[in-house]
């Protein structure tokens, strides 16, 4: 599994006769926060200034294997820095050159790492001394995808990302950028092929929204539509409003609650691609999500069900019963290995659905 850097406690400045200091609690966990890193890792951590990026100061810690959390306290320095607005960055990296802290990779050399780093919001300057309570994931630069999304740090699991969620993301950059190592003809046909207008997807369960607003990016003339509970609206407007769409394409957001009836101009009443991950792990909500997307595919029978998911426990297989019950029909299944600790992998499962008879030769 993925691992995570969360803040605990949000970097802040603590001023102390005429000096002051950057101080933060960190941990390393997975994407449920269900389980800390196992693993020594060298990290990197530096206070950056907002914007440019440059590194203000810099220092190699360590993560060590069985602890739950890693304080970081910095300085003193001089007290006008907390008058400079700056960026508490922590990465897992190469701390004997001390480079500056760099976003992590999703696919080219170095591929998505065991650690994804983490940056913190602005704090100091004109800003408050304490950061809020967010993280930032950068991804790219070599992905072609200069991407990067908000995370909360509280305990909603509804406001982070998912590894399935990064899945999706690798794989749809992989079929629109042409990799030859993937084989997915009914999405390659969807995403590379000719178009007479924009392409309509909606999320489903778009938690912080990193792959709707990642396909957005990736996809010239798409129109996405981010969807979910009230609960994540602050945080997925906040990333929409960072987000730098490729050309003629769009991002909005829209409460869905899968037991309620589809708003009427729901995808401007069509739709192309159904995007849900990491959404299966409930076998409550399970109904109600199979129901949604059949209603989808009535509105749009021609329409593609993309679902990443990485399976945590034997009720998942409801899922699939479910979705054969109501005609949804599973196309194609391809698998991508994520990293994990010890040198080991997980398997996030991407199955792609449609109506039964109408993708199918």
Known sequence: MVFY????????FTKQKGAVSASALVCITTDLGDAFLTEDVDLHVALTAEGTGKALYQEPMTWK???????ISLGPFPAHLSQQTVVLAVTAAD??????????????????????????????????LVAEKLVERRFGPDDK?????????????????WDAAVASVIYLQKI???????????????LRGSRSGPLHAIEL????????????????????????????????????????????SALQFQTLDWDEALPKDLCSGSV?????????????SLPA????????????????????????????TIFFELMRSAGLCNLHLDCMQLPSEHEQHDQIELHCYGREGKHQK
């Open 95 to 128: 701390c004997a050159k001390l480079q500056a802290p760099l976003p992590d990779s999703l696919i080219g050399k170095s591929g998505l790492p065991l650690v994804v780093s983490g940056w913190s919001a602005p704090f100091g300057g004109s800003q408050s």
């Open 289 to 316: 999500l199979v129901s949604v997307l059949d209603r989808l595919l009535q509105m749009s029978p021609d329409a593609v069900i993309l679902v990443a998911l990485k399976r945590r426990h034997e009720s998942e």
């Open 176 to 190: 629109i950028t042409g990799d030859p190592g993937v084989s997915a003809p009914l999405l390659q046909g969807l």
């Open 205 to 248: 369960g778009s938690g912080c929204g990193i792959v709707g607003i990642a396909l957005a990016e990736l996809l010239p003339e798409c129109s996405v539509t981010l969807t979910d509970l009230p609960e994540v609206e602050e945080i997925v407007t906040k990333n929409i409003a960072v987000a730098r769409p490729a050309q003629s």
């Open 5 to 12: 850097i969360r803040f605990l406690k949000a970097p802040r």
């Open 145 to 161: 995808l200069g991407l990067r999304i908000w995370e909360e740090t509280g305990n909603s699991i509804a406001r982070h990302i």
């Open 272 to 284: 192309d691609l159904v995007l849900v991950s990491d959404c299966t792990y409930n076998a409550d």
């Open 65 to 71: 294997a069985g602890k739950r959390e890693l304080p």
